[in-house]
């Protein structure tokens, strides 16, 4: 489950690091290519010499296109830049290209920081004869520092000479910062007597918090939809998908999700009266939930991949209240690094969650299987080895029944190892 690593330590020091590798398998698909969507990726040198960091999407005329952005005030320049061009008119045609760099955040720098998102997105469209204003930015790296706006414009020709429609591997790989492995999906789905097909790549690993995460995902589809069904389509999918993720409890200032449909498939245009609409959705709703799911499998340090369910609360803010406290406790996140099956933890921080009038003769806690709590306090039938073997697995279920109503919820997360902190105190170095 490790592997070692060389880093340079603030001070200069050579010195070995143990990186714990993320939860689960991390091979990725063979991406079905989704017509109308061409991906290209270089080395530009934007932070580190020889590393894949500038991806360039060219997207077909006509396509619907919408996204879901960061809730942070101090969402940075692209973001900005992004959610205005998605407003204006470009909306009407779909955007022509999106332009992703890692390696640097372009958050916290002000104006120069959109002028120099303006002038990467502005170079792009000279070389590619396109309007600059359909041309949407992504950043994702250390926040804070000017945008290399030289090396960026400098890898573009080498980034447009390799768009493919088979570049989804690729692109998956550029856009990755602290992560360890690329995270891709790809599936099909009948609609109309036709095969649609879609294929998606996201980004994360530390600053995983819900509205958005530290997180980029892109997502494709060659079905046809309006740019209405486009963005109810996001807003609710991301919101059961890449908001009910969280590695650490940071919001990021860079977090943006995209969804493209362009129309190119045989098959009828998406509407939600079609019968097969159903089977489409939940096709396109697994993709953003795996895609989700792989950030946390590769949080940053992480060894297990837990998820909270609440089951029983009385409103749906009530559960999520309840499962984010759970899920960002330092010493439920330390016990489950530990294997350590200290349900009191689990017990205190449920007792902490903003739930009003909670009735403690009511509750169940489970993990996995095994009760712990029955009726709020010890389940006579628990045993030590039980809760053992349960928090010995690689993924673990901490359910939580309030006995207060019908809703549920469920958000995942992550232990909190040594190597979290090793990879965020250096960074920068």
Request: hydrophobic share 40%; with cysteine; aromatic share 6%.
């Amino acid at each position: 489950m490790s592997r070692t690593g060389v880093r340079l330590s603030a001070h200069g020091k050579v010195k070995e690091l143990e990186i714990v590798l993320a939860v689960g398998k991390a091979q990725l698909p063979e991406f079905k290519a989704i017509e109308g969507m061409r991906l290209g990726v270089t080395c530009a040198g934007i932070k580190k010499p020889g590393k894949k960091d500038l991806v360039v999407i060219e997207i077909a005329q006509g396509s619907a296109c919408a996204g879901v952005f960061t809730r942070n005030a101090f969402c940075a320049a692209p973001v900005q830049l992004c959610k205005a061009r998605l407003e204006s008119s470009i909306a009407e045609k779909g955007p022509a290209y999106f332009l992703i760099n890692t390696g640097n955040a372009n958050a916290g720098t002000g104006e120069q920081g959109m002028r120099d998102a303006q002038e990467c997105c502005s170079e792009l469209a000279r070389l590619a004869g396109c309007d600059q204003d359909s041309v949407l930015p992504f950043s994702t790296g250390v926040i804070g520092e000017k945008l290399p706006v030289e090396r960026i414009t400098s890898g573009l020709p080498s980034a447009l000479a390799a768009l493919d429609c088979e570049g989804w591997s690729g692109a998956a790989e550029g856009i990755l910062t602290t992560d360890t492995r690329s995270k891709g999906v790809t599936a099909s789905v009948s609609y109309g007597g036709e095969t649609l097909s879609i294929s998606g790549i996201s980004k994360g690993a530390g600053m995983i918090k819900p509205n958005m995460a530290t997180m980029l995902g892109f997502i494709a589809t060659d079905a046809g939809m309006s740019e209405t069904l486009c963005r109810s389509l996001i807003k609710e999918l991301s919101e059961s998908s890449f908001n009910r993720i969280t590695v650490d409890g940071d919001t990021s200032t860079n977090d943006a999700c995209m969804l493209v449909a362009t129309g190119q498939s045989s098959a009828p245009d998406i509407d939600t009266a079609h019968p097969d609409f159903p089977a489409f959705k939940q096709c396109l709703k697994d993709v953003f939930t795996e895609l989700a799911q792989a950030i946390v499998r590769d949080g940053e340090g992480a060894t297990k991949f837990v998820s909270v369910v609440i089951e029983q609360a009385s409103s749906q803010e009530e559960a999520l209240s309840a499962a984010y406290t759970i899920a960002h406790s330092p010493l439920i996140k330390t016990a489950l690094f530990a294997s350590d099956p200290n349900w009191g933890r689990i017990l205190a921080a449920l007792g902490r969650a903003p739930i009003q009038d909670l009735d403690l003769s009511l509750v169940d806690i489970y993990l996995g299987s095994t009760c712990i709590v029955k009726r709020g306090e010890k389940n006579p039938q628990y045993t030590e080895a039980a809760g053992q073997a349960e928090m010995d697995r690689e993924e673990i279920t901490i359910r939580v029944m309030l006995g207060r109503g019908q809703y549920d919820e469920t958000v995942w997360t992550t232990d909190l190892s040594h190597d979290y902190i090793k990879i965020n105190a250096e960074y920068r170095t």
